[in-house]
């Protein structure tokens, strides 16, 4: 019989199974501002494109799902700053319903949640401004990536998970550029954990750290 101690396993929290978990990759993560980031920011332009979405689009369609394109300068239509038309660049969201269920296959939805809310989620940050470790109060914060790492938050870094400890997500990576193409290839990823739907949340925000963004959501209203 071994006498060595196992190292703790990132499987180990069973609380929050309530929580809804929102998984963002992109080119870039990090598990809180001014924190780590890994991965490379991809230079401008080289984001999805319309194009990218509509070849993406016709993918789904064609398994049976809905999708939305929603351009974003519609909602310009008719704003004037002193007198004028508002205008912006080219800016296009598109929404696939049900969409990881393309991805990793039928039914699996409430396992892939299992496996993401009993993960060890990172629950302090460094305050770069403040300059020391804080507790964190709005969400909880995972990342994701091909190695796993354990947290050193005095040095400003969170804890990652490998995609291959969680069975599904290795799934949904692996497919998505099947789907998005070369562009969703070696994406990193980063998870926020709402467990409690009165108390935590996130505001109004634009995400400068990166520029190619897929993004999917779980939990109670997915899973009844």
Not at 57 to 63: E, I, T
Not at 123 to 142: E, G, P, S, Y
Not at 153 to 173: C, L, N, T, W
Not at 205 to 212: I, Q
């Amino acid at each position: 019989v071994s006498t060595k101690t196992k190292k703790k396993s990132p499987l180990t929290s069973t609380k929050d199974v309530d929580a809804i978990i929102t998984i963002t990759c992109g080119d870039v993560a990090e598990n809180h501002i001014g924190n780590q980031q890994i991965g490379h920011l991809v230079a401008k332009g080289q984001g999805f494109k319309l194009q990218d979405l509509q070849k993406a689009s016709r993918k789904f369609k064609n398994m049976g799902y809905k999708v939305e394109i929603f351009d974003l300068n519609k909602g310009l239509d008719g704003v004037e700053i002193n007198g004028k038309q508002v205008t912006a660049e080219p800016a296009h969201i598109m929404v696939i319903r049900n969409g990881v269920e393309a991805l990793i296959g039928s039914g699996k939805i409430k396992d892939f949640y299992n496996q993401l809310v009993v993960l060890d989620w990172d629950k302090k940050f460094w305050d770069a401004r403040r300059k020391k470790v804080l507790n964190k109060h709005a969400r909880h914060n995972l990342c994701f990536s091909k190695k796993s790492q354990d947290p050193d938050y005095k040095s400003g870094k969170g804890r990652i998970v490998a995609y291959d400890q969680v069975p599904h997500f290795q799934e949904m990576m692996s497919q998505l550029p099947n789907f998005f193409g070369k562009k969703a290839k070696t994406l990193q990823a980063e998870g926020n954990k709402y467990f409690n739907k009165k108390k935590t949340g996130i505001g109004y925000h634009g995400d400068t750290e990166r520029r190619k963004v897929i993004a999917w959501r779980l939990g109670e209203r997915g899973l009844r």
